[in-house]
């Protein structure tokens, strides 16, 4: 099956500060989707972005479909940032079929 | 507008029993589709439920079963546990169109004992 790697696996940040996180995947795939799942477990759809590039507030996400990888960007960090971010990627029929990666886990300081 | 709903939040059973998890969708969306994460890792799929049909499935024993009714909300069973069932459990939903946007409910924490 398709392999996700996300790096890097932890992150610390002051609040303020400005970072990237990359996902690649091992094949070709029509569905990418970034996640944050907060200290409480609750996972949020941050963007369903199977190629291209979106923006929605203080994150704008790339993906380079051709190159097979994506990369989230965070500006202006805050602590309510903290958590897990996934990428979660898709190529089969079944089009709720995510494979996620391991995560990069976030921790925003004051 | 609610959001993907999930009961029970907890859930403690022990070896050898049965459980049945509950997921009610997203007003308007047809699709649902059940995640297991172990602590520590990514959430795995389970199952996707369109439209009461099962559209696909994850490399998940027969223990684990799951349907949809005309309300499209979801039943997710798993029989004879196992102490490695222990997990969240993750329910999504989506239109069921192309863009296959998932939207996550808080999940229910199962544990066996």
């Known amino acids: 099956g398709i392999q996700v790697e996300q790096s890097p696996p932890d992150l610390i940040l002051q609040e303020g500060a400005n970072s990237t996180l990359r996902c690649n995947f091992s094949?070709?795939?029509?569905?990418l989707q970034w996640f944050h799942q907060n200290p409480w477990g609750q996972l949020i759809n941050l963007f369903y972005i199977p190629s291209g590039t979106k923006q929605n507030g203080r994150l704008s996400a790339t993906t380079v479909a051709t190159e097979r990888y994506s990369l989230l960007y965070i500006s202006s960090s805050q602590t309510t940032d903290s958590g897990v971010y996934f990428c979660a990627v898709g190529n089969t029929g079944t089009a709720s079929k995510l494979t996620f990666g391991t995560g990069t886990r976030l921790q925003v300081t004051l | 507008d609610a959001g993907v709903t999930q009961s029970p939040t907890h859930l403690i059973k022990t070896r050898g029993q049965h459980v049945t998890l509950r997921c009610s969708p997203i007003?308007?969306?047809?699709?649902v589709s059940w995640y297991q994460q172990v602590l520590g890792q990514g959430p795995q799929f389970i199952f996707q439920?369109?439209?009461?049909?099962?559209?696909g499935r994850g490399n998940f024993p027969d223990r684990f079963s799951a349907r949809q009714f005309p309300n499209y909300s979801s039943e997710l069973n798993v029989n004879a546990l196992l102490l490695g069932d222990s997990a969240l459990y993750l329910c999504?939903?989506?239109?069921?169109?192309?863009?296959?946007?998932?939207?996550f409910g808080s999940g229910t924490q199962l544990s066996v004992l």
């Open positions: 094949d070709s795939v029509n569905n």
């Open positions: 007003s308007g969306h047809k699709s």
């Open positions: 439920y369109y439209e009461k049909e099962e559209r």
């Open positions: 999504a939903s989506s239109l069921g169109g192309q863009e296959e946007k998932l939207f």
